[in-house]
């Protein structure tokens, strides 16, 4: 079968064909590494390469990346693959990008060089800028618009900050010498040509984290860019999700396959898990921790400390929206406690250390590296380890590290609920961390609620390919990824009601602690 697609390019509209095989490629350019998966036409793996890029802490506060490793990784990785599986570009039915979202790159068109390091999602150096705009309606002042609260989490100020941190680049902007964008943009930009050839373009997923789309026209703002002072000019275009971006002209191995999908990493799993429906939710454990609850074509403005946000959108349809409630620590902290405090050796020790003890021995953890994030936002908390003692010891820190991960997602599920005024039945899980079974089963305790584990638990890979597929044809519609959804592992909860209600007093007073320090 052969399917005729369109796409534009600098105002000329090309015409090829997609020969219609059996695989897709997922480019997932996350918060800690880079991978490139192929799967088939059933949903399944059948190849994967990975790697990381460094993660730069210039001063307390700062997250950096280089957006030119990332894009040279992302290039090893989809050439890696391909050769993994022994397959060549046309053999490949469409490429998905999936990415870290908030992440700011600015670059020289001209170059395609950045002109500083990215600032990634977890960066809090513009809080001065959030308290300025807040200064003025308070942290909702643009919440109609947006669906965010004003938080230095998102990318607008970000964009701003580098702008006014490199010397003469306001005035390259000006001039339109510079283009901007999240990691989405800088990838497609490069993979379509780079100088002078790339396609400058962003989705719906991701323009609605920057604080610069207007959520309900699902344009660009100019009133907002002005109160950002980010110039509308350096902008992406806006497109759906599920849409053919260009063609891949990089490399020569990757050469003419058709990028067909672009979704935020949160909104990818969302798709990988076919949580489609209104109230259908996932919960990623990666870096952070992300719950999204589909709400469908309905719009919900969160009462409740969550955000308002696009989950995904096909050309032609209207798009679905979801409430997501973000936790800026999660796997991060384990990875803190094995690099920065020797706890463990790898991050797959966690679950044994933690099990050694039958109970965290009174310690609480309360991970706000960079704040709390929901449904608290609260930019002046600081992390905290209470509850110390010389029973204490570096099991019982263990346990409640992981406990910390149950519980802020508790928090932000319970706010779910709140918001769409129906308790969630279950809750679907993904990334890395659902391996660990001791933190999948605390989950469900302290929530009260079954947490389903599923067979391909890697699905922010799998719903770019997801949506890159549908583009293309490969699959027909939604109905046909549910059916190839599949149930691993279901935890039901088995904690009684007194010992729940302990623990949960526990951590509202560590998160009470944590507050004030900035």
Known sequence: MVTPIRFWRESVCHEYTVNMRDVVVALDAGTTSTRAMVFDRRGLPKGTVQLAH?????????????????????????????????????DVAAMGITNQRETAVVWNRHTGKPIAPAIVWQDTRTQSRIDALSADGGVNRFAHRTGLPLAAYFSATKFAEILDSVPGARELASAGDLLAGTIDSWLIWNLTGGPGRGVHAT????????????????????????????????????????????????????????????????????????????????NTYGTGNFL??????????SQHGLLSTVAFQRDGEAPRYALEGSVAVTGSLIQWLRDNLGVIDSSADVEALATSVPDNGGVVVVPAFSGLFAPYWRPDARGIIAGLTRFSTKAHIARAALESVAFQSRDVIRAAAADASVALASIKVDGGMVANDFLMQFQADITGVP??????????????????????GMWSSEDEIRALWAEDRRFEPTMDAAERDRLLAEWAKGIDRSYGWV
């Open 451 to 472: 947490v389903i584990r599923p067979v391909v638990t890697e699905t922010t890979a799998l719903g770019a390919a997801f949506v890159a597929g549908l583009t293309v």
């Open 203 to 282: 989705d719906v997923t991701n323009a609605s984290r920057t604080m610069l789309m207007n959520i309900d026209t699902l344009e660009w703002d100019a009133e907002l860019c002005t109160a950002f002072d980010v110039p509308l000019g350096i902008l992406p275009e806006i497109h759906p999700s599920g849409h053919v971006y260009g063609e891949v002209t990089a490399v020569e191995s990757l050469a003419g396959i058709p990028i067909a999908g672009v979704i935020g990493d949160q909104q990818s799993a969302t798709v990988g898990q076919a949580a489609f429906h209104p109230g259908e939710a996932k």
């Open 292 to 301: 999204i609850v589909a709400t469908g074509e309905k719009l919900v403005r």
């Open 54 to 90: 460094r993660q730069i802490f210039p001063q307390p506060g700062w997250v950096e990346h280089d957006a030119a490793e990332i894009l040279a990784n992302s290039l090893e990785v989809l050439g890696g693959v391909l050769a993994q599986c022994g397959l060549v570009p046309s």
